[in-house]
């Protein structure tokens, strides 16, 4: 149980350290795609670290010789944790591969980390928590804004709309 425990740490380390595997939808040339790329790959490193937490338990169920209804109840958790984050990892995957759609807008507000812009669209911000401590002046009401989006609506990338003004 213990090397178990050590094996899902080891992955889950490696795992929101791995760099990106795939090409991005982004245009890696342009600064703020490049920002929206790493945001939205950090998003498919903590999927790829779930997967990690469950996994080594899923082998573990497999290999032990433990009571019966022990074994079983561990392989269906394990089986549905690793099934449900398979599928957090294919769909951080796809939204990483997809080509990003660029939005301009004025913030009406920001609630957590939920932007919405006037007409009613919102959108989930992605941004490290430094970038969204340095973007709070774009994310105050009646600011205009350019926004990096992911087919989902996960915004990755915030910068100033200057031509806009």
């Known amino acids: 149980m213990a090397l178990t425990l050590a094996v899902s740490l080891g992955l889950i380390l490696l795992l929101l350290h ?31 670290a779930l997967v990690a937490i469950v996994l080594p338990w899923l082998v573990y169920g497999l290999l032990w010789h433990g009571a ?34 660029q939005v301009t807008g004025v913030v009406d507000h920001v609630q957590s980390r939920t932007i919405f812009l006037r007409g009613g669209r919102s959108y989930y911000l992605v941004v490290s928590d430094a970038e969204l401590r340095s973007a709070a002046n774009l994310l105050a009401p009646g600011a205009r804004l350019t926004m990096w989006v992911s087919p989902r609506g996960h915004a990755g990338s915030v910068s100033a709309d200057l031509q806009g003004y």
């Open 18 to 48: 791995i760099p990106p595997f795939m090409a991005a939808g982004a245009d890696l040339a342009d600064g703020t795609q490049r920002d929206y790329a790493s945001n939205i790959w950090q998003e498919t490193q903590t999927s790829l």
């Open 68 to 101: 019966a209804w022990g074994r079983r109840v561990l392989l269906v958790l394990a089986t549905a944790g690793v099934l449900l984050t398979t599928w957090f990892v294919l769909v951080s995957l796809q939204s990483y591969a997809a080509l990003p759609q």
